[in-house]
């Protein structure tokens, strides 16, 4: 799964019929997210390990704030313990999280 999200159109009760779902129909977009708790994400991954590389929580709706991204770090996979490598927790152990939300409506940029 590479996106998930809410969609602002109605169900049409295409469930079971062989065709698509008027509310999963249309792909993602600032005006097509909605419903009653709104959310669009998507999601890239490491085609080796599959570990999640990367998560973005997209702005949306008529005054859409900017898209916030959290780059995902693991441990090295050779597990040599060299010091200042990207963590020794294993190839699979999250190591850290970094979030960055852009400048918007006079906040500054945010790294953290």
């Excluded at 008027?22 to 080796?48: K, L, N």
């Excluded at 060299?82 to 409506?105: I, M, N, S």
Aim: glycine share 12%.
């Amino acid at each position: 799964m590479t996106q998930a999200w809410t969609s602002s159109t109605t169900p049409d009760s295409a469930i079971g019929t062989g065709t698509t779902n008027a509310a999963c129909a249309a792909t993602p977009s600032a005006s097509s997210v909605g419903g009653p708790a709104p959310y669009w994400r998507s999601y890239e991954f490491d085609d080796v390990t599959g570990n999640r590389k990367k998560e973005t929580a997209h702005g949306f709706g008529t005054a859409a704030a900017p898209d916030v991204t959290r780059t995902y770090s693991y441990g090295d996979a050779d597990q040599d313990g060299t010091p200042g490598e990207a963590g020794d927790g294993g190839p699979h152990a999250l190591t850290k999280v970094e979030t960055l939300t852009p400048a918007y409506q006079g906040k500054p940029e945010v790294k953290s």
